[in-house]
């Protein structure tokens, strides 16, 4: 049997109009299937969405938190029952290019000085209309870095105190030590709708001063 290679993680909370689209781009990726896994974690959603994700079991591993932990807590969830030797998060509510996978992982696969990676990025609508190209160092995303699990674990996952600006907070830990490399092919669809947690403007603003706060940001 092949030793998986990538594990994408997928967190949701009450995503049950989005998630579909999300795991079906992850199904259709010109990597060979074996060669990676989909875990799906779902952190108490109370919308449609178990609904939605029973209609692929079998296709992916999924677990459920009893009660609802936060977004940082449901990631390490996802990454402790990781098999692969990389990790990539890709939110429920976006999708994937075809050959998402397959490019990140080469990359890291064939260039040992290449310690994560990170792609550019289409902004969609609701429709799923490119509203705007994104260059993944000048606009950085909480989402889409392929890491190998090996650094995440020295890093001790997320910090789960942190239910807002998490990935920011892990990449600040993160680069004390390695780098992020890009690539500029627009291989990650990010979803703008009005539920997007970055349109929450006090709770962002208030986990940037706690970002601050700990890293001793001025």
């Not at 990781?82 to 990359?107: C, T």
């Not at 979803?191 to 709770?203: F, I, P």
């Amino acid at each position: 049997m092949r030793s998986v290679q990538v594990s994408v993680i997928v967190p949701v909370f009450n995503g049950g109009l989005y998630i579909g689209r999300c795991i079906r781009s992850l199904l259709k990726q010109t990597m060979n299937q074996d060669d990676y896994e989909i875990i799906v974690v779902n952190d108490a959603s109370n919308d449609q969405t178990k609904n939605v994700l029973e209609t692929f079991i079998g296709d992916i591993k999924y677990f459920e938190n009893q009660k609802r932990l936060g977004l940082p807590a449901t990631l390490n969830t996802g990454i402790k029952h990781a098999k692969g030797q990389f990790i990539v998060r890709v939110d429920a509510d976006d999708y994937v290019h075809w050959d998402y996978l397959k490019i990140l992982s080469m990359h890291l696969q064939l260039n040992h000085s290449i310690e994560a990676i990170a792609c550019d990025y289409l902004l969609v609508d609701n429709n799923q209309d490119i509203l705007e190209y994104k260059n993944c160092e000048k606009d950085p995303i909480g989402c889409g870095i392929m890491f190998k699990l090996e650094h995440l674990i020295e890093l001790g996952l997320y910090d789960e105190d942190f239910l807002a600006r998490e990935e920011e907070d892990l990449l600040i830990r993160f680069k004390k030590k390695h780098s992020v490399t890009r690539v500029q092919l627009p291989l990650y669809r990010y979803r703008k709708h009005e539920k997007n947690l970055t349109n929450n403007k006090k709770q962002m603003k208030e986990f940037k001063n706690k970002l601050s706060k700990k890293h001793k940001i001025k």
